[in-house]
Every structure is written in structure tokens, then in C-alpha cells.
T-cell receptor, first 118, second 111 residues
């Protein structure tokens, strides 16, 4: 259980174009999903929190007009990188949160999407 | 921001050796997770600890949550090459909606 998928796994696009990445929770419903960015040999950096049916909450320094997030259903969140530039090239990872007792919760991660902007 | 510092940052050991990775913070967390990530893949959840002083064992891996719920450790016994990867701790604050990730420990087990 608790499987999260991402599509595509790899994408190469030209500078100035937009790219959409999908994140799906396959066997559970996720009211909250998260989008992370990871640079080579570094830890994960939270970009935004995606809540089903409401606007995403962005972390400080993340441009909400550049990284559009839509959480249209309890199993799908999308991240669109608009007007991509080479500096947007990175590994993007989504996760979906499950509920837990005692105030604990767990996040299950997708396999990631490698974006390369040429 | 609740900062989680992991040490060591890099670790290279021979197969069969034991090792411990530490995750420390000045903040209290309601829960703490450990993940392992392999290159080009998303992190995979290994364990969740929620009670101060809690110890969990998964085969050769032993996880401990500090009494004050500010720190945690991961001990691997008789490391294998398959243990190679990036180990990340992540803490959940009380009422927090997201996890705060540690700085990561990159482990390489040499055959």
C-alpha cells in the first residue's frame, strides 16, 4: 500500500516552454500532497504544500506564478513549471501524506521527475 | 524553520562493518521518520518513531528516538552493499502539515 506515482519520470524541454508533472496516490486518498526539489547530492527542499480543493501554500522564495500547483482531486496533484529556464533543471519529487495516530503522519514519495531545460 | 542536522554527511565503509548515523535538532518533533533514497529515485520510508526513547528494529537496522524527541539515530549492523544510499531523517512538528528534512547522510558500502 501507500504507492505514489509520478509522470513523466524524465522530461527534456526547451527554454521558454512549460512542463506539467503529475503526482498520483494510487491506493489511498491524499488531501495533502507536497512538492519538493532536490539538487544533486543535496537533501530535499520543500517547494509547496498542495491541498485538495484549495490554493497551494508556497515556501518562502518559491515563485507561485512560475510553479503552478493544482490539486484537483484526492489522488492527483500537478506541478506546472511555466516558462522554464535552464536553472529550473532539477529533480522534482512529490509526496502524499497519510493520516496517523498520536499526531504522527507519514509521507510516501513518488519516484521523482528529472527535468532538463535546454 | 526547524533544522535537522545529520552526521556524518558522508560515510564510506567496508561490507560487514557497523555504522551509526545521527540526526539532531534543537526543536521537538511529534514524530520522526527515516528514509533511504537511491540515485534517480524518490525516498523510501524506512520507519516512523513517535515516542521519546522509542527503539525500533528492522532486521539489521535499529532506530532510536531521543527521550526529548529532538534527536534520533540509525544504527546498521553488518552493512551490505545494498545499504548504499542517501539516508534522510525527517521530523514532523506538532500540528505541522509537512516534514522537515535533515541534511542527509550519503552512505557507501564497499564490497
Amino acid at each position: 500500500g501507500a504507492v505514489v506515482s509520478q509522470h513523466p519520470s524524465r522530461v527534456i524541454c526547451k527554454s521558454g516552454t512549460s512542463v506539467k508533472i503529475e503526482c498520483r496516490s494510487l491506493d489511498f486518498q491524499a488531501t495533502t500532497m507536497f512538492w519538493y526539489r532536490q539538487f544533486p547530492k543535496q537533501s530535499l527542499m520543500l517547494m509547496a504544500t498542495s491541498n485538495e480543493g484549495s490554493k497551494a501554500t508556497y515556501e518562502q522564495g518559491v515563485e507561485k506564478d512560475k510553479f503552478l500547483i493544482n490539486h484537483a482531486s484526492l489522488t492527483l496533484s500537478t506541478l506546472t513549471v511555466t516558462s522554464a529556464h535552464p536553472e529550473d533543471s532539477s529533480f522534482y519529487i512529490c509526496s502524499a501524506r497519510t493520516g496517523g495516530g498520536w499526531g504522527a503522519y507519514e509521507q510516501y514519495f513518488g519516484p521523482g521527475t528529472r527535468l532538463t531545460v535546454t | 524553520t526547524q533544522l535537522l542536522e545529520q552526521s556524518p554527511q558522508f560515510l564510506s565503509i567496508q561490507e560487514g562493518e557497523n555504522l551509526t548515523v545521527y540526526c539532531n535538532s534543537s526543536s521537538v518533533f511529534s514524530s520522526l521518520q527515516w528514509y533511504r533514497q537511491e540515485p534517480g529515485e524518490g525516498p523510501v520510508l524506512l520507519v516512523t518513531v513517535v515516542t521519546g526513547g522509542e527503539v525500533k528494529k528492522l532486521k539489521r537496522l535499529t532506530f532510536q528516538f531521543g527521550d526529548a524527541r529532538k534527536d534520533s539515530s540509525l544504527h546498521i549492523t553488518a552493512a551490505q552493499t545494498g545499504d548504499t544510499g542517501l539516508y534522510l531523517c525527517a521530523g514532523g512538528g506538532t500540528g505541522a502539515n509537512n516534514l522537515f528534512f535533515g541534511t542527509g547522510t550519503r552512505l557507501t558500502v564497499i564490497p
